[in-house]
């Protein structure tokens, strides 16, 4: 069916023509099949996911809902809404368009149930609301098609995870609907075609790929100041992107944490002397600000934004003229991501600016202008699905209607993450959604299921279906932990009163996932005294106080995001490749030059580890460029071994790029007599042994299995009227933990703990890559002082967390007195 031609005179009339990919959509939906459309931003991706609806609706008029468009941000279904309503309005159609978030008025969703819109745009988490009330099959049995926006942001998670169990509950309610996938450029573009075809085995889904426009306009800016040695603030460089701004007439500013773009936008709203209208916009302000800042920003009265990954996806910012990246972009397919939204048309050039925070972060911007040279992408593959986000879903199925377990494990396998999902592995989760499992099977409270006569599975009452639809979702809050002091006789801890001490006052808050990787004795830096981790109980951390002047771990400023593998090979080639330093500022390019004369440069296919004294300590510094999280948890396994081998450890310090152990043993010495072996200390078997027996003494297997507890349902955070506190969560999931990990370490909540801890704080696989990749290829250097490359490291170590100026102005001092050391000047 060729293109109704009221589109074709509403095209006409603003002097357009459709682009081939948007036809080739059309003609996918046309033939009875699925598409997943690649396309960069600005391509016109999101009408194209609208055209078969529009064209289709005018041919052939219904009743009922017509097209499920779902999105990962509320703000951008809200976004979309209205973009889509201005040309249906200038066609003259009667195709009702309506959104379904949490703001949403209650009458208007009771409403959506039984008199649905044609177009209905909403969330992962309101479609799971949807499917577990009874009508679900009346509301979606009309559903013609499906509309995923920005696929690769949710494929890659728990939040894809629920979705695509939704999606394969909507194919069994509407046999004959179809599913158009919109994504920004990945990696492998095949993968989520998968995702898409796997639901709907019987029909085509089709590949496209739309065009690149013109490649982006990218400097590093060039300051006249000088490139601090470490540190993510980019304080040095805020007078200059002031001048940058008032050059612009709208500049988003993209930084890589909430922490980061606070401290920006603090630093430029103290000289902005014009008056200029500069906002801020993170996840952590009220969803009231935000959406002032959004309104603001599409009406043009803002002249610069400040803003972290909430504003990554396809919002529609109008004139955005500038993207700046602020501190490192840690991945090419993000940082392209963000520069598209730079102008938002794909026949001109967007125009951004890279402003690394640190040297190596320079290195990481050349790296990443070198992938945008080649088109590269380094996005994550999508996941495969977790057993607490398929209890939730089971819970889900069963509020609607009873569940005929066979009928709903064909189902399930439909759904690409769950593809592989055994019977054996089914029916383990069914159990633990009905009883609880093997262990909790006693307590009635966890029995939410009920075998009927005909063999199906039913709510055991109507109570759960509400609590069900109080908690449903896979976000689950970070929270803060207060840290206590512990006075005189020390922290013990009682398994049935909780900690037993003399405890003084409360110190402040830390983020909870910092206390998850330490263990008893671990000293870090907190309110500008070193101090000693005693443990930790409910939702309050236990620290004393300590003779160490130097922390074991110093607290950790940059981003949470990963170093990509991509960008960290390229930093590697860059550091292997004199001939192309010209390309960096001459205090970079020296800085190299220095380490080649007094050291060794990193290899590109191996690692460097130098081995070096200074004052009364031994440093051992390597050069993996693996990422913060990797190196993290390599810190925390090689400390371990070198206590083994009585190298005497005393702390580590992990960047994005590399990792320094500090003790009393001389490194240098036990490696030259053969005492200790790099090959062995860097062996693959840490993942073993080493990993279990820290991952028993940390609490990062108890947090995470609270986070799993929450989505699978067996903890509840809210009930009627009232939330549960996180002291109240916590308290109740290491109870069940302490429960499982004795009686049932098999339990499928344990087997999910573990799989989200691998691959999420502590990156297992990305680290055992990395320790495959530098087997038999490590090159130890023994120095007699530190080297160039290790200064920025050091600068980390033990630094008081002092903010602004001062705090520049400290480690500028610290990094050039190590400089000197490095150089051997008195």
């Not at 003259?92 to 819109?117: F, M, N, Y």
């Not at 000197?820 to 008195?826: I, M």
């Amino acid at each position: 069916m060729p293109l109704h031609p009221t589109i074709e005179s509403w095209f006409a009339s603003k002097g357009w023509a459709p682009r081939r990919h948007q036809l080739e959509v059309l003609e996918a939906s046309e033939a009875g099949g699925s598409a997943m459309l690649i396309a960069p931003t600005g391509a016109g991706k999101t009408l194209a996911g609208f055209l078969p609806t529009l064209n289709d609706l005018i041919t052939n008029p219904m009743e009922g809902m017509h097209t499920l468009y779902l999105s990962p941000l509320k703000a951008l279904a809200v976004d979309v809404a209205r973009n889509l309503l201005t040309p249906i309005s200038e066609m003259g159609l009667s195709i009702k368009v309506e959104t379904r978030t949490g703001d949403t008025p209650a009458s208007r969703r009771q409403r959506q149930r039984h008199d649905p819109p044609h177009i209905l745009m909403t969330t992962p988490e309101q479609l799971a609301l949807l499917l577990s009330h009874g009508d679900a099959d009346r509301m979606f049995g009309s559903l013609q098609r499906i509309v995923l926006d920005e696929l690769h942001s949710l494929a890659t998670n728990k939040r894809g995870e629920l979705l695509s169990l939704g999606v394969a509950r909507l194919t069994t309610l509407a046999p004959r609907l179809r599913i158009t996938a919109l994504s920004a450029t990945v990696a492998r573009p095949d993968l989520l075609r998968d995702w898409i075809a796997a639901p709907l085995p019987g029909a085509e889904a089709r590949l496209l790929t739309a065009a690149g426009g013109a490649k982006p306009d990218i400097p590093i800016l060039a300051s006249e100041d000088r490139v601090p040695w470490a540190g993510h603030s980019a304080a040095y460089a805020v007078p200059e992107l002031y001048e940058i701004i008032k050059q612009h007439k709208t500049t988003l500013l993209f930084v890589n944490t909430r922490s980061q773009a606070e401290l920006l936008f603090q630093n430029l709203w103290s000289i902005n002397e014009n008056g200029i209208a500069i906002a801020l916009h993170h996840g952590s302000l009220s969803v009231e600000q935000r959406r002032k800042v959004e309104s603001a920003m599409v009406a043009g009265k803002l002249r610069a934004v400040v803003c972290t990954s909430t504003l990554d996806l396809g919002i529609d910012w109008g004139d955005v003229d500038l993207v700046v990246q602020v501190g490192a972009p840690k991945g090419a397919s993000r940082m392209l991501q963000r520069i598209g939204r730079a102008n938002h048309r794909l026949d001109e050039p967007s125009k951004a600016l890279f402003v690394p925070s640190n040297r190596f972060e320079v290195l990481e911007c050349e790296a990443a202008l070198e992938a945008v040279e080649r088109g590269a992408q380094d996005s994550e593959d999508p996941v495969s699905g977790g057993l607490d986000v398929l209890a939730q879903h089971l819970l889900g199925s069963a509020c609607a209607a009873p569940i005929e377990p066979l009928a709903l494990h064909d189902e399930i396998r439909r759904a690409w993450p769950y593809r592989d999902l055994s019977w054996e592995q089914f029916e383990r989760v069914l159990d633990f959604v009905a009883t609880g499992g093997y262990a909790l099977r006693a307590y009635e409270r966890y029995a939410k299921l009920r075998k009927t006569p005909e063999g199906k599975w039913r709510i055991a009452h109507p109570g759960i279906a509400q609590q069900y639809r109080l908690n449903v979702g896979t976000i689950v809050e970070e929270p803060m932990v207060k840290v206590r002091l512990v006075r005189g006789g020390g922290y013990k801890r009682s398994a049935t009163t909780g900690p037993i001490g003399r405890f003084g006052r409360v110190l402040g808050e830390m983020e909870e996932y910092f206390f998850t990787t330490l263990v008893k004795g671990d000293t870090f830096l907190f309110g500008a005294e070193v101090v000693a981790y005693e443990g930790m109980f409910e939702n309050e951390a236990y620290v004393s106080r300590t003779v160490s002047s130097e922390p074991k771990i110093p607290s950790y400023m940059g981003g949470k995001f990963p170093l990509s593998t991509y960008l960290a090979d390229g930093v590697r080639r860059l550091l292997s490749r004199p001939d192309d330093w010209r390309l960096l500022p001459d205090q970079v390019s020296d800085w190299l030059r220095l380490q080649r004369d007094i050291s060794v440069l990193p290899p590109p296919d191996g690692m460097l580890v130098e081995t070096f004294p200074r004052g009364a300590r031994n440093y051992l510094v390597c050069y993996p460029f693996e990422g913060r999280l990797a190196h993290q948890t390599l810190g925390m396994l090689l400390t371990r071994r070198l206590e083994r081998a009585r190298a005497r450890p005393l702390g580590f310090v992990a960047s994005d790029y590399a990792l320094s152990i500090w003790g009393l043993g001389d490194f240098s010495a036990l490696i030259r007599t053969g005492r200790l072996s790099l090959d062995e200390l860097f062996d693959e078997d840490m993942l073993g042994d080493d990993l279990e027996a820290w991952l028993d003494e940390s609490q990062l297997m108890r947090r995470t299995f609270r986070n799993c507890a929450i989505i699978s349902g067996l903890i509840e955070r809210r009930h009627p009227g009232k939330e549960k506190t996180g002291r109240q969560i916590t308290v109740s999931s290491d109870v069940i933990y302490d429960v499982l990990y004795q009686h049932e370490p098999d339990h499928i909540l344990i087997q999910a703990t573990r799989r989200d801890a691998a691959r999420g704080l502590l990156d297992i696989e990305r680290l055992g890559q990395c320790l495959k990749r530098i087997k038999r290829h490590i090159v130890h250097k023994p120095l007699d002082r530190i080297s160039p490359l290790a200064v920025p490291v050091l600068v980390d170590i033990g630094k008081v967390p002092v903010h602004g100026e001062a705090r520049e102005s400290a480690m500028a001092d610290a990094a050039d007195e190590l400089l000197k050391e490095a150089l051997g000047a008195n």
